[in-house]
């Protein structure tokens, strides 16, 4: 089902401080064939992008659009429909992996200082990094981990769904020029050591050693459509969200509260927030800058 | 009838913006977005500045709020902003527009979709052309466009982009745009005939 709202007259509110309440669609014609379009792909490859933020798919759908030199969307579905190695192309377009090692290395700092002493109190720990993209964020959750002694006590689940990015975040090589930002990015977030003990260069690639990749597992794991993923410490999840629209989120966020112990921390992004979803009156603030939250509720047996 | 006003602002954006902010009275009927180009790293006070100067609240957007009339919205540093179909704000992390995250194309572009004939675009002080597009699509979109005049900026390239792209409605010097808003969004000078 296509959802389409109730198209309401465009209305001013007159209160004061009054909420937006606008629930409109003006359904300009675009925006139809950008639905259609998202249908054809959701029943014909099983790729749910229909609760993705509107505003941003449909620059992205643009994009692709215009890539493919069509002038309509309604024209690129049909060849979506009937094209599948053009469909593996498209899916690149549809998620555009934007991370660093440490990114928001403030968020790492409170990582070091307050979820791992959480993590500590248990003998062993599994956390879900839901949404890693190429993976430079999973390792420098390891590297944390594992100065802190506890990598050895902890196994690590990070999936995504975009195949390309697990198979770099699984290889765990990356251009050695990004090492001179993560290397920055890992001592402003709290590293005494030397982030170039964690990989190994050889001409202009850096490979993550192999210590630091036996507590992950990398999987396949779609968020818009597949389920719960057993019993978590810690979840991460960063960035991810904020291309989802609040159905969307809603539906994440019951999944990582199903996945979620009493008593773990969830990770979002800096700018994301539970705020605005149903989930809020089950999780405490760690953190309310760095956006760390510990879920409540129920008892700690 | 106006729905929200989208300004868009660069080099100079924090006198420009203040002063238009700070002219409006504190019961502006329709929420404000607003991109300024910030630097990507670091903390931004931007909206703490410009909530102490101004009668209406302003504040750094989250993602997935509800807008508020009365109320102005400021892009977080290193995220674009976008307008929602319903009317709400969300953030994105894509690659930068015009060089720049936020910038003022994906803005404009999606709050003209989102809003249509409801919404004012302002295209303030800057020194590249980034609002230029977006004001495009904002008139495309039956909008109604405002450009400083090029004159009266602190760095007259980004308006006169936006004049060179852009039939705008009006071309106005810096102190005389808060009282035109206040004056289009209660019904006066509207003139391009746009269904409200």
């Known amino acids: 089902m296509i959802q389409i709202e109730e198209a309401l007259e465009s209305c001013v509110c007159p209160e004061p401080g009054a909420a937006m309440a606008l629930v409109r669609d003006r359904n300009d014609i675009d925006s139809i064939g950008i639905d259609l379009l998202l249908e054809g792909i959701r029943r014909r490859w099983g790729y749910d992008f229909t609760h993705y933020s509107y505003a941003s798919m449909r620059r992205r759908l643009e994009h692709a659009r215009r890539d493919a030199g069509f002038k309509r969307f309604t024209e690129l579905l049909d060849r979506l429909l009937y094209d599948g190695a053009f469909f593996d192309r498209f899916l690149k377009h549809m998620s555009v992996p934007v991370t660093e090692m440490f990114r928001d290395p403030a968020f790492y700092r409170v990582v070091r200082e307050k979820v791992v002493p959480v993590l500590k109190t248990f003998p062993f720990v599994k956390i879900w990094h839901a949404g890693c993209a190429t993976g430079e964020e999973v390792y420098s959750l390891a590297i944390i981990l594992y100065e802190a002694d506890f990598l050895s006590r902890a196994r690590i689940y990070a999936t995504d769904f975009n195949k390309h990015a697990l198979d770099t975040a699984e290889k765990g090589v990356y251009p050695t020029g990004n090492m001179v930002q993560f290397a920055e990015n890992y001592r402003a977030s709290g590293g005494t050591g030397a982030l170039s003990d964690y990989y190994s260069s050889a001409y202009d690639l850096a490979k993550i050693k192999e210590p630091l990749k036996e507590r992950v597992t990398f999987s396949y794991h779609n968020l818009a459509t597949d389920g719960v993923f057993g019993e978590m410490n810690l979840i991460f999840c960063r960035n991810v969200m904020i291309y989802f629209d609040q159905t969307l989120q809603d539906r994440v966020l019951s999944l990582f509260t199903a996945s979620l112990r009493h008593g773990g921390c969830l990770c979002l992004g800096t700018k994301e927030t539970l705020n605005f979803s149903k989930v809020k009156e089950e999780y405490e603030s760690v953190d309310t800058r760095q956006k760390v939250y510990r879920r409540t509720g129920g008892s700690l047996v | ?196």
Request: proline share 7%.
């Open chain 2, 1 to 196: 009838m106006f729905e929200c006003v989208a300004i868009g602002a660069s080099a100079g954006g924090l006198h420009a913006l203040r002063t238009v902010l700070s002219g409006l009275p504190p019961a502006f009927p329709v929420p404000i977005v607003i991109v300024q180009h910030v630097e990507p790293k670091g903390d931004c006070y931007l909206s703490e500045i410009l909530d102490r100067a101004t009668a209406i609240a302003v504040k750094e957007a989250e993602d997935k709020e509800p807008m508020h009339s009365q109320t102005a919205y400021v892009a977080p540093a290193g995220y674009h902003l976008l307008i929602e179909r319903d009317g709400t704000l969300s953030l994105s992390l894509d690659e930068k527009v015009n060089f720049c995250r936020p910038a003022i194309d994906p803005l404009f572009e999606s709050a003209a979709d989102a809003f249509g004939p409801g919404l004012i675009g302002i295209v303030l002080t800057g020194a590249n052309a980034d609002g230029a597009k977006g004001l495009m699509r904002i008139k495309e979109q039956g909008g109604y466009a405002i450009v400083q005049n090029p004159r009266s900026a602190e760095s007259p390239c980004m308006p006169q982009a936006a004049i060179d792209a852009v039939r705008v409605d009006r071309v106005l010097d810096l102190e005389h745009v808060s009282s035109f808003l206040a004056r289009l969004v209660k019904g006066f000078g509207h003139e391009t005939g746009a269904d409200g």
